[in-house]
């Protein structure tokens, strides 16, 4: 398993002082690293952050692997009812692993489709019920909390669909992922009997890809979960070291926060050079948002941190992006995201067609046309000015995509402490849960419907121009 990154683009030798880093800020910013890695090192240890110990939770591998087995062959759609990071992990796994949606190969009792209801818009959930048979469907419900307002409004109609055409062998076609010891959910699958498998307390929504939240619909998609924990696990020993050259998740943490904070690159670009990580680029775009986009510091000062993560999609985005990227503000750094050996190089016939435009890509494969699109975008945004990194997978395997993820878990986790924030709250998406509540006419957030109300009251106030 091998995990690169490759900096270079981000120096100045490269993309010019005004928007580069020299060497001398990197060497003066390793203590920097060096106490972010034992701050982070020291709540890990306190059990206050849980993400590092997840691919080696034996027994709950176990546990999950033995439920995907023992229902293995009943389904031919495994739908999950989720949102956030009860969602996009899960899609980040099967986009990778299985294939880009909706490219995937036939699906089958053998080869069950992974369906995603992470959202309440009625056409799409409504719409979603005609593709399904509740007699071929497994309905996996996931909430930490156990009250996210979009689960429990997809559950309610998820459940009684079900009901309507299984009566009491429904219970038969649900599985839970929650927190142990609390919450509607819980209580729920306790009283119907529904198997049910536990998040860690202290591992964040957008943390837990490789909890149950991402391993159990892996696991009933016929995804090794094994090998996908084993390239965590491997990650995980590297990010530890104080040794810049070998720990790649603190090197990347350093030269993001250098380059956001020294040469004020607000925005970074994710840019998968790969449709399989298309989905793992949507799960990052959450992870760093929610993580770092932070009001204040631990010390109570306000500093409004935060880098606004984009995905954008190579080389699709070079035709509706790049314009922008080359010559608009020169805001952004670039993280393009390589694989190195495709699965299938996809052969271009060799036949020549008497046309020069066609001709020169004859007998050529687009694996290399989508590396040579890469790199070229590469140069032409150092030829702008333009910073940007590459992280490079050797392939999109199991090993490689959980190397991935905990690599950018660790990276995140690294960044936050450079930032003196907390990583893993989320303050700033609570409050409009909570005017969700008060508006939904939930107990107790009555004060937050007079909130509202006065909100609105405000609005009535102000004369459009």
Not at 37 to 51: A, D, E, I, V
Not at 177 to 189: E, F, I, M, P
């Amino acid at each position: 398993m091998r995990i690169e990154f490759d900096e270079r683009n981000l120096m100045a030798d490269m993309a010019g002082k005004e928007h580069g880093l020299t060497a001398a800020e990197l060497r003066s910013g390793a203590p920097l690293a060096k106490k972010a890695l034992t701050g982070f090192h020291k709540s890990w240890q306190k059990g206050l952050y849980g993400f590092p110990d997840l691919p080696t939770q034996a027994e709950t591998i176990a546990e999950l692997k033995k439920y995907a087995r023992s229902v293995e062959g009943d389904f031919d759609t495994i739908c999950v009812a989720g949102i956030g990071g009860s969602a996009l992990g899960a899609w980040a796994i099967d986009c990778a692993l299985r294939g880009p949606h909706p490219v995937q190969k036939a699906f089958s009792r053998k080869n069950p489709r992974l369906v995603i209801l992470d959202n309440v818009d009625p056409s799409f959930i409504m719409g979603a019920l005609q593709t399904m048979d509740p007699k071929r469907t497994l309905i996996v419900p996931i909430a930490k909390s156990g009250a996210t307002a979009e689960t429990v409004a997809t559950l309610l109609i998820l459940t009684q669909w079900m009901e309507h055409s299984l009566g009491k062998k429904a219970r038969n076609h649900f599985a839970v992922v929650t927190s142990a010891g609390r919450g509607d959910l819980k209580q729920l699958a306790t009283a119907k009997k529904y198997p049910t498998f536990h998040l860690p307390e202290n591992v964040g929504g957008r943390f837990s890809v490789l909890s149950a939240v991402g391993l159990l619909p892996a696991a009933l998609t016929g995804v090794d979960i094994d090998k996908l924990c084993a390239g965590a696990a491997a990650i995980t020993k590297l990010s530890w070291l104080d040794d810049l050259k070998k720990n790649v998740a603190l090197r990347s943490a350093l030269c993001h926060h250098l380059i956001a904070t020294k040469r004020a690159k607000p925005i970074q670009v994710a840019f998968p050079y790969s449709n399989r990580l298309w989905g793992t680029a949507f799960w990052f775009r959450q992870l760093w948002a929610e993580s770092l986009g932070k009001r204040t510091d631990r010390a109570g000062n306000v500093i409004h941190a935060g880098q606004t993560p984009v995905a954008a999609l190579g080389a699709t985005d070079q035709h509706s992006q790049v314009q922008l990227y080359m010559e608009g503000p020169n805001d952004k750094v670039f993280t393009f995201w390589a694989v190195r050996n495709q699965p299938d190089s996809g052969a271009i016939p060799k036949t020549p067609t008497g046309f020069e435009a066609m001709d020169y890509l004859c007998g050529q494969t687009l694996a290399k046309l989508l590396d040579a699109e890469r790199r070229a975008t590469e140069a032409a945004l150092i030829e702008n000015g333009r910073p940007n990194c590459t992280v490079t997978l050797d392939r999109a395997d199991e090993e490689h995509l959980g190397a991935f993820f905990q690599m950018m878990e660790f990276q995140t986790a690294f960044a936050g402490e450079m930032l003196n924030i907390n990583a893993f709250d989320q303050e700033g998406v609570e409050l409009g849960k909570k005017f969700t509540f008060g508006l939904m006419g939930r107990k107790g957030f009555g004060d937050y419907k007079a909130r509202f109300a006065a909100y609105e009251t405000k609005r009535r106030t102000v004369k459009p121009a």
